[in-house]
């Protein structure tokens, strides 16, 4: 692969925050303080517990503009957190998580879709890289709520990175020859690693790898989004091994680029809701041993399209 120049990598590389001629609505019930120019808004003045359906649905537009949406001293019991991502789908209970260990914790003990992370003590934070969640499924997460039980005293951040800006910054001729192509997501070398062989095999036929557009459409605003990760794409369909590899490594890369970021650090009772289509996140691992306890659920929304 070609050296990447620094002077190839200057500006302009500012991104819009919404697509052109989107407009959000006037928020009547929302304070929202951006943390960049493009992703990632604190919002006070809610009460996470208690959503009704105009609140509802200004959270729903705050979190198409912003992607990521932060709320500081929320109580939430399971219901409540649920009810966060399934405005416009249903929860979904994650397939492997009772199969592995991979998160520090029991999952018998979380209701379906609620996923608990428990990291440091025992091991560390795991989902230290650029991803978008369980695109291995066909209905990948459209929203996910996290919610924070126990924080270190520093450490444990969670960055996401807007990826329709990503998109709309990459040169030109690039955004033409990826904006038809389909790329494979599978989760058999990811969460199949934990597995004992008979178990994979045993779940496979279930599960089979997925494709998805290189390039989705927004299910909301229709903007082209970024769709790939190195979590779970495994190639992209009709190129060689090596421009696969070669292209998918470019367009990972749009992710480090701190233009496209936000981050946000947790207080317990904390939350964050983000659209799992319009960016990807990374749990920074550097607090071990010190303990994090987190709760996650995920809403399904429409299969990514072109
Ligand atoms: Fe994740």
Redesign the pocket.
Known sequence: MAKVLARDLYGPKVAARVPAGWQAPEYRRLSLEPLTPTIGAEVSGVDLGHVDDELADELHWALTEWKVLFFRDQQLDREAHAALVTRDGEVIDHPFAKHTEVYGADQSDTAPGAMRFVKGEKSVGI?NFW?H?MTFLARPPMVTALRALEVPPVGGDTLWADMAAAHDCLPEDVCERIADLWAEHDWYDNYGRSMSPELREAVRPEFPAVRHPVVARHPVTGRRVLFVTRAFTQRIIGLSETESDDLLEMLWAQADRSEYQCRFRWQPDSVAIWDNRACQ?Y?VSDYAPQRRVMERISGDGPPPSH
Request: proline share 0%; no cysteine.
């Open positions: 989902e991803h969640d996140h749990a």
